[in-house]
């Protein structure tokens, strides 16, 4: 099983910047990818930006140019640097994991991101 904490979120004004972090413990070597969903009331989760065992990134277009997700070199932290943010990006922002192993799936507890003036 693979645990995902993270951290670094708050209230940040328009244009502003963030940035969260996620520690992974447990067994690093069945993380085949690690990425950062976010997700608002009445909403689906969705995928923010993620980054597979090879280094393969992706993000969604709403973020591109602004968004920047890295990991370390033992894979067992991922960063979300966030800049030039705008309101629609209030969200609680998750850190998830894709496993080789059962269970699949593994989840933070969540971060709060507030973008407000």
């Known amino acids: 099983q693979v645990q995902l904490v993270e951290s670094g979120g708050g209230l940040v004004q328009p244009g502003g910047s963030l940035r969260l972090s996620c520690a992974a413990s447990?067994?690093?070597?069945?993380?085949?990818?690690l990425g950062w969903y976010r997700q608002v009331p009445g909403k689906q989760r969705e995928p923010v930006a993620t980054?597979?065992?090879?280094?393969?990134?992706y993000y969604t277009n709403s973020v591109k140019g602004r968004f920047t997700i890295t990991r370390n070199a033992a894979k067992n932290m991922v960063w979300l640097e966030m800049k030039n943010l705008r309101p629609e990006a209030t969200a609680v922002y998750y850190c998830?994991?894709?496993?080789?192993?059962?269970?699949?799936?593994?989840w933070g507890q969540g971060t709060q991101v507030t973008v407000s003036s």
């Open positions: 998830n994991a894709d496993l080789s192993e059962l269970p699949s799936v593994s």
């Open positions: 447990g067994n690093i070597d069945s993380i085949n990818i």
């Open positions: 980054i597979a065992r090879y280094g393969t990134v």
